[in-house]
């Protein structure tokens, strides 16, 4: 006899889901108040930015298997993509490692409140490596 295959449980998510009122009166649906801050942000500063589930990034796993990232943001004035990160796991870690390599100069990384706060133009990547 054959075993029925369980569904995996959905996880808890760390975030609260949001919606925000872009300046255009366009609500677009959040995955954190800390997206909603950043989208809050650009908008301050009058950068044009996009939410778009079908935009999507390709990047392989630690397994090789091919994936696609679904970005935070995209900022089409600038050719960046923004990830907004308040938690880390090491599939996270390793997935946005990955993205970097294969889109160099096009990724900008936000892991606090206070980088959100503190974006400014002109806008572009960090540099920097992800711990």
């Not at 942000?41 to 696609?68: A, F, H, V």
């Amino acid at each position: 006899m054959a075993r029925k295959k369980r569904k995996k449980a959905k996880k808890k998510l760390w975030s609260k889901k949001s919606d925000y009122l872009c300046t255009d009166g366009t609500v677009v649906s959040m995955d954190s108040t800390w997206e909603v801050a950043c989208a809050k942000k650009l908008d301050d500063l009058g950068i044009k930015w996009y939410r778009d589930p079908s935009m999507k990034i390709e990047y392989r796993t630690q397994k090789l298997r091919l994936r696609k990232y679904i970005p935070d943001f995209y900022l089409p004035d600038h050719d960046i993509y923004i990830e907004v990160k308040g938690y880390w796991t090491d599939a996270a870690k390793w997935k946005m490692k990955d993205v970097m390599q294969r889109n160099p100069g096009k990724i900008l990384i936000l892991d606090s409140l206070q980088m959100i706060d503190d974006i400014t133009l002109p806008i572009s990547p960090t540099t920097g490596s992800i711990s």
